[in-house]
């Protein structure tokens, strides 16, 4: 069954949970303001987008990293981290623990340069809608 709007992974948005959503924003507007509402959650994208940069740039830096499934973050030497830290000094909070996978998943869906579509790649400024989907990606490619 394909998923409807209505209903994400996880969350159900029926109206006893789209009126508990309202609730907590009205809570949160009633005492902060909405500008600051806007102002949180825009520091709030600012920050995780900085993260992921940061991330990313430990992850494919150089190549031939090992990887340390356990804590999920790469496996380096002791210089390795010092040069890093040297050059990124914010990523001290990813050298004994990374990130956690699905939340990189997510990361990369929201701040990727690319979203993958069922006829190719578009840019996620795109409507896909306005992609043109007449291509059959196997014959094409084959043709």
Same mark, same amino acid.
């Given at each position: 069954?394909?998923?409807?709007?209505?209903?994400?992974?996880?969350?159900?948005?029926?109206?006893?949970?789209?009126? !508990?959503?309202?609730?907590?924003?009205?809570?949160?507007?009633?005492?902060? $303001?909405?500008?600051?509402?806007?102002?949180?959650? !825009?520091?709030?994208?600012?920050?995780?987008?900085?993260?992921?940069?940061?991330?990313?740039?430990?992850?494919?830096?150089?190549?031939?990293?090992?990887?340390?499934?356990?804590?999920?973050?790469?496996?380096?030497?002791?210089?390795?981290?010092?040069?890093?830290?040297?050059?990124?000094?914010?990523?001290?909070?990813?050298?004994?623990?990374?990130?956690?996978?699905?939340?990189?998943?997510?990361?990369?869906?929201?701040?990727?340069?690319?979203?993958?579509?069922?006829? $190719?790649?578009?840019?996620?400024?795109?409507?896909?809608?306005?992609?043109?989907?007449?291509?059959?990606?196997?014959?094409?490619?084959?043709?």
């Amino acid at each position: 069954m394909a998923p409807n709007k209505d209903t994400e992974e996880g969350i159900t948005w029926n109206n006893k949970n789209v009126v !508990k959503f309202c609730e907590v924003c009205i809570d949160y507007i009633t005492k902060n $303001g909405c500008v600051q509402l806007m102002r949180c959650l !825009k520091n709030k994208y600012d920050s995780m987008k900085k993260d992921w940069r940061l991330w990313k740039f430990l992850k494919t830096v150089d190549t031939g990293l090992g990887w340390n499934p356990t804590t999920g973050k790469p496996d380096c030497s002791d210089e390795w981290w010092d040069r890093k830290l040297k050059e990124k000094p914010d990523a001290k909070k990813y050298r004994h623990k990374g990130v956690y996978p699905l939340l990189e998943e997510i990361w990369d869906q929201l701040f990727g340069d690319a979203v993958a579509t069922g006829a $190719g790649y578009v840019a996620p400024s795109l409507n896909p809608e306005s992609v043109d989907k007449s291509i059959n990606d196997a014959d094409e490619i084959q043709n």
